[in-house]
């Protein structure tokens, strides 16, 4: 007898089902003054795309969002690699770094805005340094976990530096830049919208202050859907690209590496 499938699809599709109809409920129950009704929201963001304000205030949060994350995780990640040979320095640079990661991030918005202005320039840079700390932070962890006795196999061979980088280290260091990606992304919109929040005349954050000052939340939710597909969206493709890097593993390591064995 043939063992059931099992399809993850359905069981996410019933939860969305479900989720649906909680919301509607709970905006049926407390009205949509607090809560804005599904359909309420799927029509003004219909709206909103047809007019074009939703593409205008989207690509500016967008802009920010992915500038922040290159100025951030680039640097992040190469001084966790250029530290992978120098013990002592890696041991000085966590000590500031560990001082860095503490300060809340947003208290430095109104000192961006000082040295950058009002303009995408601080919102940029707020997105940076949050997702610099997450993405050193993975990538030293991939340095750490990097297996020394191959790597003493390796030079026994005669392998150069780069050699060693590119087929020993890079390899073992992937998968856990990829997993710090994937949780800098939802930061990196985040940050972002907190930027616009609190200076700003576009963006999806000044779609969330409008929203809340006029008492439209139907606006913010808006919102609040577009930030979600564009986090599952950005989160799928570096999904489609970490699968494009690891495509050499065995899929039982790549699933063991996926639960964290």
Known sequence: M???????????LVLGVALLAAWEATSRLLGAYWISSPMLVVSRLGA???NGDLWFHGRFTLGEAL?????????????????????WARE?????????????????????????????????????????????YSTLDGVRAVDVRLLGTVRVLGA??????RHVVWPAVVPYLFGGLR????YAIAGAIVGEIISSNRGIGYL?????????????????????????????????????????????????RAVGV
């Open 2 to 12: 043939r063992a059931p499938v099992h399809r993850p699809w359905i069981d996410r």
């Open 48 to 50: 909103m795309v047809a």
């Open 67 to 87: 500038g922040g994350f290159l100025l951030g995780a680039v640097p992040g990640c190469a001084l966790a690699m250029a530290l992978r040979r120098h013990p």
């Open 92 to 136: 000085a640079v966590l000590a500031v770094a560990g001082i860095g990661y503490a300060i809340p991030k947003t208290a430095m918005v109104p000192l961006f805005i000082l040295w950058l202005g009002v303009g995408p320039g601080a919102k940029v840079a707020l997105v940076a340094t949050a997702i610099f700390f997450i993405v050193f």
């Open 160 to 165: 150069s530096e780069w050699q060693l980088l």
């Open 183 to 186: 949780v800098a992304v939802p």
């Open 208 to 256: 969330v202050q409008y929203g809340a000052s006029d008492f439209d939340t139907t606006l913010v939710f808006v919102a609040l859907v577009t930030v979600m597909a564009i986090v599952l969206g950005l989160g799928a493709v570096l999904s489609m690209l970490n699968r494009h890097w690891l495509r050499w593993q065995a899929p039982q390591a790549q699933a063991a």
